[in-house]
């Protein structure tokens, strides 16, 4: 069975940074391409971030582009999101998710992180 | 950048009410669509891919069609199980999500 289990989510001061973290089991994880998803408080999904199966091609939303740094260890099974630089609309849920490729087919719990002096 | 419109944001149906979503793009994004499900709290589910194939496991009332720039997600005969949030979202070009249509009890 396929399990995503994020971590590093918390309480972070605007322009402080944080490292989300994506465990991966159930499945061979250095065959997908992964995914970085967050929905603020009540409202609904953002894809945040990209990245493909051998770590060749990596993609951002505009909202985090400059700021936010995806990557993942194939050995580990592992996804990371560092994010620097936050800011209060940063605020959301983030979900990891995986691409089967043709929609996110499996997704973590997700992980909260919450901007706010 | 691709946007995904949905309508209606909301809306109040009843228990074997036959209820459909709909979801524009911004520009054709021939058939690369899925909808998702989603529950207060939890992640969401992926109901549909390339615009009308049901994922494994999903119940046949479920059923989506269209390509280009319009589709739609039908449900057939709602069900107390279906009281939700519906997503779709394109992967034509990066990934997009719709606003979202919450789904409830009328």
């Known amino acids: 069975e396929v399990h995503l289990v994020e971590s590093g989510g918390g309480l972070v001061k605007p322009g402080g940074s944080l490292r989300l973290s994506c465990a991966a089991s159930?499945?061979?994880?250095?065959?997908?391409?992964m995914n970085w998803v967050r929905q603020a408080p009540g409202k609904g999904l953002e894809w945040v971030s990209s990245?493909?199966?051998?770590?060749?091609?990596?993609y951002y939303a505009d909202s985090v582009k400059g700021r936010f740094t995806i990557s993942r260890d194939n050995a580990k099974n592992s996804l990371y999101l560092q994010m620097n630089s936050l800011r209060a609309e940063d605020t959301a849920v983030y979900y990891c998710?995986?691409?089967?490729?043709?929609?996110?087919?499996?997704w973590g719990q997700g992980t909260l992180v919450t901007v706010s002096s | 950048d691709i946007q995904m419109t949905q309508s209606p944001s909301s809306l109040s149906a009843s228990v074997g009410d036959r209820v459909t979503i709909t979801c524009r793009a911004s520009?054709?994004?021939?058939?690369?669509l899925a909808w998702y499900q989603q529950k207060p709290g939890k992640a969401p589910k992926l109901l549909i891919y390339?615009?009308?194939t049901l994922e494994s496991g999903v119940p046949l009332r479920f059923s989506g069609s269209g390509s280009g720039t319009e589709f739609t997600l039908t449900i057939s005969s709602l069900q107390p199980d279906d009281f939700a949030t519906y997503y779709c979202q394109q992967y034509n070009s990066y990934w997009t999500f719709g606003q979202g249509t919450k789904v409830e009890i009328k």
């Open positions: 520009q054709s994004i021939s058939s690369w």
């Open positions: 998710a995986r691409d089967r490729p043709g929609g996110f087919d499996s």
């Open positions: 159930g499945f061979t994880f250095s065959y997908y391409s």
């Open positions: 390339k615009a009308s």
């Open positions: 990245i493909r199966d051998s770590s060749d091609y990596i």
